[in-house]
Structures are given as structure tokens and as C-alpha cells.
């Protein structure tokens, strides 16, 4: 998916009082209230977690001086005595809604068409022996997939995601282009099941079980439900007309993977014929990677083609061995680097460390997996492979910066949160401010740990 840090509003397990619709209220239509009803829950929980981490203890909240150890404490006093600025956050937030509205309608159908105007309910399964409690209580989990395929009407497709995924409560993001699907979503297991069905029955898509992986979860690992339409399905910069995912490297199966990572680590030192390519950000593979892996600092899948085309001569005459989270990277991230004509072979593994995981839990692949959504890594090994920023100690939790607005991950043992050490660099610790997220525009790249990172590093095989 998208790889912008994990920010906006943090938490949505609380108790908001009732929305406080905007002036004007009669002329809004019941969708508009609706919106500003959850832009109001949002808001009021964001501000509840900016408090939270901020008491004397693990797991208490500070606000106006007072320390609060119970939930329904916290949000009575929010409720009570920070009125103002919850309205203020949800105008603000409303007002981004519009805006993105505004945006997507510029991006309509060529047509001309608006959404709503075929009728998609025959792509949405029969739930008429489903209760809504059915769909919202019992085990969660999250699915993970992606479908490289040719889709005629994105706009139309993404009608239908949405109402489906409003339909069966669920949450996350999902992206949507003519080149194909990609998405991740959250819900009860009775309702990821339908959407699976849904997915393997829809006529474009027609996907396999196995195309979908799951991990323990639900609806509240995500902030809210996402579909749009895009140009890639996974966002590298790179026209896909151009260099389309067809390009893409031999995928490897799990077992296939493993022999291959078995026989380079056999080795010792550096192979002079092999590389073993990370192609996920630095804060991904900082938790969590293969051994003897080449893992680019860098931040965003979007700079993967530059590093590339940088560091070419790291990759001539090799046989390149490739992986990410899911394996929807790889496709796109394999395609371009053969585009390169320099290597000997690129192979990729399919499925991702996640499909990889299922099979090895004890494998090569060593710490946490990084995944975009509230849970931050999910693991299957005890190991941890990194450090507190602070004091060096093992640990691999993130937390998103303290200073707000900015939206880094910080990796922050406990002692070190509760001696105040929450920020992800000295110029956020010297900002200070409320855990959380801002209710302005995703800040730009100003922290001194981004700021000292070059953007595309020259690399060495280590």
C-alpha cells in the first residue's frame, strides 16, 4: 500500500459525545451530516490521544495539569473542558473532506458519469440472512492483497469497493487503476470472509484464496475506510504504461525463496554472483528483514527508482533476489529494474515476507513485519533486531512522534517515554506539543532524522 507514515487521527476506540452539526444544518443533505458526525468522533479521538502517554505511568493520560488513569475520566473532562477545541478540529477536519471531495470529482469517469449511476449491487454478495451484529461483533482480522489485471472503468470499480466495504463495515485503504486493485482492510471475520467471496466472484477479478493474506486485527487497526482511484495500484512514480508490471521478475515460492536465502547465507561473506534485495522503506526493515539482505535507506517506495538508477553497478551481472511486505512492490520494483538490462536474473518472492512467514515463522527473515495500519508489525518470532533511539536498549514498538504535527516513527522504550524522551529528533523534543495528529496539511519533510538522510543514498552491498 501507500507508504506515508502512519499519521491523522489516531484512535477511534473512545466514547465521543454527540456530534455538533455545523451552522446551517437544515441545508446540509443527511450524507453531509453523517460526514461531519464522524469527522466530529475523529477529531474528539484524536485529541484524547494526544493526552494518552502523557501521565506519570504507563498507559495514563496528563491534560490541564490533571493525571487520568481510566478512559471515561479523560473524556469527560475532554468533553467538558476542551468543547472549543474539538470544534474547531472538526471544522477543520470537515473541511479537508470537502476539499477531497472536490478533488476526486475532477477525476471522474471520462464520460462523465457520476458515482452512483450504475448500479453495482449485483457485484455485492446476498447478506440477507446476515445480521448487522453478525457483521460488527466476534474475531477480527485484516487481509492484505493486490490483483494486476486490466480494468476498463476504475471510477466504476471504485463505487463498488466503497459501497461493498460500507455495506460490510469495514475499514482500511484501498486503491483502484486501470493497471489493477490493491488493498488492505479490517473487520470481523464474517465480514472479511464476504469480501473475499465478493472479490473471487466479481467478474474482472476473479482472484484465488491464496491471493489473499490475513493476520489477526479488525476494523479498529485503521482510522477509516479509503478508495480512490490512482494511477498505479502501488504508488513507485513510474508511468506503468511505460514499464508495466508484465516486466516483472520469476516469482519464487516460499519454499523456492528459502532454499535460495538458505544457500547465500551458507556462504559467510558477501556473494559475488547474489544480492538479496529489501525494496521496503528504511523503517521497514529496520524492525524486521532477511539476513545478509541489502536494505536502502530509503523512505518511500517512490525513491526506489532513483536508487536504482544510482547505485546500478550493485546490481550488474548479479542474480537479484527480491522481496516486500505483500509482494505488490516487487512486481513493480522487479519490472523496473529489468528494465535496467544489467542484471543476470531477477527473481522475486511471491507472496511477500508475509506469505514467507506462514511457511518459516523461524526462517531467514529475523524481527518484526512492518504493516501500514494501527498495529505499526506483526511478528511471529521473539527476536528484536533493533534499538530504542535513546538509550540503545532492544526494542522494536514504534509510536509516532510526540511533537505535533509531525508524523515520523519513533522507536522509544518505555523508561526513556517516561523520562519525557518521545520525539523522534532533537528539533521535535525542542517543539514539544501534543502527541498526535495535526489538524493542518501532512508536514513536509523537516525533521532533523530526514533532514540528515540523503534522499537517494549511494549504496554498498553489505
Known amino acids: 500500500m501507500d507508504d506515508t507514515l502512519a499519521s491523522g487521527f489516531a484512535d477511534l476506540e473512545v466514547d465521543a459525545p454527540e456530534s455538533r452539526e455545523p451552522r446551517g444544518e437544515e441545508q446540509l443533505s ?12 475523529k477529531s474528539f479521538a484524536a485529541f484524547v490521544a494526544s493526552r494518552r502517554g502523557g501521565g506519570p505511568e504507563e498507559g495514563a493520560a496528563s491534560c490541564c495539569g490533571q493525571t487520568f488513569r481510566g478512559r471515561s475520566a479523560l473524556h469527560r473532562h475532554v468533553a467538558r473542558s476542551h468543547d472549543t477545541e474539538i470544534q474547531q478540529l472538526t471544522q477543520e477536519a470537515y473541511q479537508r473532506v470537502l476539499r477531497r471531495q472536490e478533488e476526486e470529482a475532477g477525476h471522474r469517469r471520462p464520460d462523465g458519469g457520476e458515482a452512483g449511476q450504475v448500479d453495482v449491487s449485483a457485484w455485492i454478495p446476498e447478506m440477507g440472512h446476515i445480521s448487522e451484529e453478525q457483521l460488527l461483533t466476534g474475531p477480527g482480522r485484516v487481509l492484505l492483497y493486490y490483483h494486476y489485471c486490466k480494468v476498463d472503468d476504475p471510477h466504476l470499480v471504485c463505487d463498488w469497493q466503497r459501497a ?22 479490517g473487520g470481523t471475520s464474517m465480514a472479511t470472509d464476504l469480501y473475499v467471496v465478493a472479490m473471487r ?22 482510522t477509516d475506510l479509503r478508495v480512490g482511484v490512482h494511477k498505479e495500484i502501488v504508488p513507485m512514480g513510474v508511468d506503468p504504461d511505460v514499464i508495466p508490471y508484465q516486466l516483472a521478475g520469476v516469482r519464487l515460492e516460499p519454499e523456492d525463496f528459502h532454499r535460495e536465502v538458505q544457500a547465500l547465507v551458507a556462504g559467510g561473506g558477501p556473494s559475488p554472483d547474489t544480492v538479496l534485495l529489501d525494496c521496503r522503506n528504511f523503517y521497514e526493515s529496520k524492525i524486521g528483514r532477511f539476513r545478509r539482505c541489502l536494505a536502502p535507506d530509503i523512505r518511500k517506495f517512490s525513491y526506489f527508482p532513483a536508487y536504482v538508477d544510482q547505485n546500478l ?5 548479479k542474480r537479484v533476489l527480491m522481496y516486500c511486505t505483500g509482494g505488490v512492490r516487487c512486481e513493480r520494483g522487479s519490472a523496473y529494474l529489468r528494465s535496467k538490462g544489467v542484471c543476470k536474473e531477477v527473481l522475486q518472492l511471491k507472496g ?16 518484526k513485519l ?93
Open 352 to 367: 511477500g515476507v508475509h506469505r514467507y512467514l506462514e511457511r518459516y515463522p523461524d526462517g531467514f527473515y529475523r524481527g
Open 30 to 41: 443527511s450524507t453531509q451530516r453523517r460526514t461531519h458526525s464522524l469527522c466530529r468522533r
Open 164 to 185: 461493498l466495504c460500507e455495506k460490510l463495515h469495514l475499514t482500511g485503504k484501498v486503491r483502484v487503476a486501470t493497471e489493477g486493485i490493491n488493498g488492505t482492510v
Open 201 to 222: 466472484s466479481h467478474p474482472i477479478f476473479r482472484m484465488e484464496e491464496e491471493e489473499f493474506k490475513s493476520s489477526d486485527g479488525g476494523a479498529e487497526c485503521f
Open 313 to 317: 553497478d550493485l546490481f550488474r551481472d
Open 370 to 462: 512492518f504493516v501500514f495500519d494501527e498495529r505499526y508489525a506483526i511478528s511471529s518470532n521473539d527476536d528484536v533486531i533493533s534499538a530504542c533511539r535513546y538509550c540503545g536498549a532492544p526494542w522494536d514498538r514504534y509510536r509516532l512522534c510526540s511533537s505535533r504535527p509531525c508524523c515520523q516513527l519513533v522507536l522509544s522504550c518505555p523508561r526513556c517515554r517516561q523520562e519525557g524522551h518521545t520525539a523522534c529528533c532533537s528539533r521535535c523534543h525542542a517543539k514539544g506539543g501534543a502527541t498526535g495528529a495535526a489538524a493542518g496539511p501532512p508536514p513536509k519533510e523537516e525533521c532533523d532524522c530526514t533532514g540528515g538522510r540523503p534522499r537517494i543514498p549511494q549504496d554498498v552491498q553489505r
